[in-house]
Structures are given as structure tokens and as C-alpha cells.
């Protein structure tokens, strides 16, 4: 089951799994892989169910960092599920355990986008994690390619209030999507760089990047509206607005 899930064949693994968990029901291994395999087809639903049996019955792994690849596999089944408490335990449970690991050890590079996805998810940040996140920002050069990477840390930065920072990741990315350039425009609106968001906003409006009846569109005409009254320009918020 476990291989053909990795090859991308869930159906079949699914089959192959419930099989195997009516021979051994208590086996948690098959039942996270089954997990998995229902939320690679979208039934999330399941997959909720059947993460949750694992995760209640993993309070004391031997292997902390087994048990936070598991909360981040809930996490994220649940936050496309929109079961937002759940997201949000499974990533604080995620984040206690990667903060000591990381606090530990930070050179373990290939827990960096773990840590920083269940701190996206957790609620409250701990004093020990906003730590981990200011060293993570002080060698975010180690991974500068990554944009996924930067973006997440942006995301963190933004949640412990350190705008500026954000913008600093943000602004060094070569080939930013529409999303990201809308977001970048509105956090130097929100530290007061009023003229450079303006020219961002512009290039944005200029470019057509969203749909009319996109949500992002409707931010971004927002937005735009409000650098411009900021900027002291109400005729063009004005029209930004009725737009």
C-alpha cells in the first residue's frame, strides 16, 4: 500500500489498506498511510477521521520527529478540510515539538519548512519559537532559492510582527506570482511606504493580473483605494473604490 500511494496510485492502496488494517486493526503505520491516501484523492473527510485516531493514540512516540511529521500531515488534511481547530492543535502539538528540535540543533535544514508550517498554523507562538523564527530570518540566505521557503517565513515574520522583515523576503524574490506582489504592495502600505506601494499597485492594476470577479481583484482595488486616500489622493481612491 505504502508504495503505491508514493507512486500516486491511491485507489488501489486504499483497497490493499483496508485490508490490512482488518487484519491488524491497532496498527497505526497503516492506518496513517490510509490517512494519507484519502487525503491525496480529496476525501478529506476520512482522512480527518482516521489521522485523528492515529494522532490520539501517539501522545509518547519514541520518535519526536516522527510524531511531528504525523501532526503535520493532520494539519494540513485539516486546513483543506476547513476544520480550523484542528489545524490549529495539530500544528501547535507540530510546533512544540520542532521548536525543541530546532532550538537544539538549527543547522537541521530539513526542518525548516515544517517548523515554519505549523507555526502558521498555531494560534500563539511561544517566546522559544519567535526565537527560532528571528535565527531562521538571519540565515534565510541558506535557502534563498526557495520561494515556498521565503513565502512561509514572510507569512511568520508577519504574524510576530515583524513587517519589515516580511518585506525583505518578499522583495528579494525574482519571479513573484500575482498573490505575492499584491501582498508585498499591501504590508509597504501597511508600514507607511506609501509612494512604493503605489507604484506596485499600479503595475498590478496596469497588468490586469486578477479576473474581475476575483476575490484578490476586489483586495486589490481595496487596497489600492486606501495607499491612495493614505497618500492624500481622494479623487483617485475615490475611483478606486467605485471601481
Known sequence: GHVMVLM??????IDLLKQAIARFPDDKKLRQELAAAFSAIGDYEKANAYFRWVVDRTEALSDPLQESRLLIQAARNSQRLGAQQDYEAYSSRALQILTEQLNMNLNRITLWQPFLDAAAGSAVLSAETKDVVTALF?????????EAFLERLADVLVKTGDVRRAIILLEHQETQSPKTALRL???LKEVGEYETAESRFRELLARKVFAAAEPDQADLLLAAADNAFRMGDRELSRTRYQD
Open 8 to 13: 500516486g496510485e491511491q485507489r488501489p492502496a
Open 138 to 146: 538571519k540565515r534565510w540566505r541558506q535557502r534563498a532559492y526557495d
Open 185 to 187: 504592495a499591501i504590508l
